[in-house]
């Protein structure tokens, strides 16, 4: 028997922004999930990992959502497959530790470990590898998902049901509910990643250097300086890395190769004053950060957890943008779109939007998810403060400079893009459509983003 609701609690993103009530029951097992679904009422059901996605993709106003941490069980690796087996509701930080005692590392990694498998396969996260083995979704190899008519469904890429594989790869938890997945391996000899570190001076030095150098690393991505100015702006520290073998590492370090340092996390603190985040204080980071940066340092190597989620290490980062919460916008525009990058960049470098956390990336083939984010091009994350003085008017500018350029905004961090926009942006939602309502015909599956963006 499923596990009863509890009362209503309020619901976020982790952007902390425009919350909503929902009951949550925390199932089990997949059955107990197929309970759920059946039970539905009529303001329908959705699926909540770890509540990472920053907008309303894991909120549903007045239904039922199914917190799907406790779907957990054991993790089956195939070694002669180069597959692993894993429950829907283990998180990245467990499937890192147990692949890495063995040899092995996940094929593509968001920047935290705080998400559920699940989770990461319904947004089709993507990390730094994007330009070399795509997002995550090129890399499962199956999935079993709870259909919202009682049916257990087994997807695979080249299977019976290949669109609707295709259309639950980046589809937000709206086609069903994801409750097992095997996802292909890579193999590594060690549990660090060799890296390059260079400071660039400009934007435009940081963009030719990603473009000429990008081919020879597995993992790159270059923190900006959205606050320098005049010919200063965008420069950056880029890093590019490869998993570190034996020979790469410090005798001291190669006695235990494949030790796994996650270690436990500082705790932002519980209360930040408003306007604590602001140009000044941002400002004063970012000199900071930039100069404690080499000018330029080769192969260095740095633990999995330090190179891939530097934020991890303080719980509750998000707290220190305020009680008004953040927003993280991001976007990608093809290649050739440059100068749309550069006036974006421009127009937040004039307002002097504070943002610590400014991430630029090239990003390769997408997976052919209808509604998967990646495509090739330049994508930009920044994190802004939600109560930054007009905000909605400059990102409404941003959107009309990115639907020209044939750009998109990435619907796992959006909470403020309105319908007609994202319909633009992604020209196979009618496809993704068809698929969703042979699936789900009664509408059970629903969120707060789809009804704020008129998905269903």
Known sequence: MAPQPERPVLLTGWGRTAPTAARVVRPRTAAQVAEALAGAGPRGVLARGLGRSYGDAAQAAGGTVLDCTELTGPIRLDTERGEVTVPAGV?????????????YFVPVTPGTRQVTVG????????GKNHHVDSSLGAHVRSLTLAAPT?????LTPGGGDAELFRATLGGMGLTGVITEATLAVLPVQ??????????????????DL???TDADHRYTVCWVDLLAKGSAMGRGVLTRGDHAGLRD???ALRRDPLRHRAGSPLAAPPWVPPGLLNSWTVGAFNTVYRGAAPRRRRGEAQPVAGFFHPLDAVRGWNRMYGPGGLVQYQFVVPLGAEDTLVRIMEGLSRAGAPSFLTVLKRLGEGTGGH????????TLAVDLPADLPGLGRMLRRFDELLLAAGGRLYLAKDGRADAETIHAMYPDLPAWRKVRERVDPDGVLVSDLARRLRLL
């Open 371 to 378: 509604l998967s984010f990646p495509r090739p091009g330049w």
């Open 249 to 251: 590492l410090p005798p």
């Open 91 to 103: 998180s990245f930080d467990r499937l890192i530790a147990h692949l890495l005692k063995r040899g």
């Open 190 to 207: 060690t549990s660090y990643v060799r890296v390059d570190t260079d400071r660039t001076d400009s934007l435009d030095a940081t963009l």
């Open 119 to 126: 989770g990461a396969i319904a947004a089709d996260v993507h």
């Open 210 to 212: 990603m473009a000429r």
């Open 150 to 154: 009682g049916e257990a469904l087994t």
